[in-house]
Antibody
Framework: QVQLQQSGPGLVKPSQTLSLTCAIS??????????WNWIRQSPSRGLEWLGR?????????DYAVSVKSRITINPDTSKNQFSLQLNSVTPEDTAVYYC?????????????????WGQGTLVTVSS | NFMLTQPHSVSESPGKTVTISCTGS????????VQWYQQRPGSAPTTVIY?????PSGVPDRFSGSIDSSSNSASLTISGLKTEDEADYYC??????????FGGGTQLTVL
């Protein structure tokens, strides 16, 4: 059974970089069937998918258009985890951030449904 | 941009049946699977329906999902409502780039 444990600071200053980590147990970040996602939730934007990383003989990343210029999602195979970096944050980036694993509709596809999710991290962007 | 629209809130009495709709903005909602998530206050979402109408193990059969191509919408139906079903419910599907898209969420009140 996959479990995800998030860590990272809850307060980030404007213009700085938001960094979060999601530790995986019960599966491997290098799995050829899973994809590893970051999703955020705020009152103004609702649930918003940010991006994913996944391994299919090589590493792939997909990012939402809304954050594509500012986001990086990296796998860390040595620690079996993946991370989120969001640059040049503004108060609009204040949200609860979740990591989540994709259960694919078809074997090998990086999209499906999200199960499970991490516990969530409230990140506030404020000076 | 592909969008999913849900009613902001619904309410119903215990023991009754409620249906929550999720309407696609363009294309055919039937062209990609729809999922439904339940979120209680302070908790992460959990899956109640995946692939339009499939229930994960542990989700009671009071929860069911369907697709109506004529209205380009998906529906989540909860029968025999219990107070524990009170939560926010979100639909989710994918756009043409296979990027996940969520509905705005529906607050279910059981009173």
């Amino acid at each position: 059974q996959v479990q995800l444990q998030q860590s990272g600071p809850g307060l980030v200053k404007p213009s700085q970089t938001l960094s979060l980590t999601c530790a995986i147990s019960g599966d491997s970040v290098s799995s050829n069937s899973a994809a590893w996602n970051w999703i955020r939730q705020s009152p103004s934007r609702g649930l918003e998918w940010l991006g994913r990383t996944y391994y299919r003989s090589k590493w792939y990343n997909d990012y939402a258009v809304s954050v594509k210029s500012r986001i990086t999602i990296n796998p860390d195979t040595s620690k079996n985890q993946f991370s989120l970096q969001l640059n040049s944050v503004t108060p609009e980036d204040t949200a609860v951030y979740y990591c989540a694993v994709t259960v694919p509709h078809l074997s090998g596809e990086p999209f499906g449904w999200f199960d499970p999710w991490g516990q969530g991290t409230l990140v506030t962007v404020s000076s | 941009n592909f969008m999913l629209t849900q009613p902001h809130s619904v309410s119903e009495s215990p023991g009754k049946t409620v249906t929550i709709s999720c309407t696609g903005s363009s294309g055919s909602i039937a062209s990609n699977y729809v999922q439904w998530y339940q979120q209680r206050p302070g908790s992460a979402p959990t899956t109640v329906i995946y692939e339009d109408n499939q229930r994960p193990s542990g989700v009671p059969d009071r929860f069911s999902g369907s697709i109506d191509s004529s209205s380009n919408s998906a529906s989540l139906t909860i029968s025999g409502l219990k107070t524990e079903d009170e939560a926010d419910y979100y639909c989710q599907s994918y756009d043409s780039s296979n990027h996940a898209v969520f509905g705005g969420g529906t607050q279910l009140t059981v009173l």
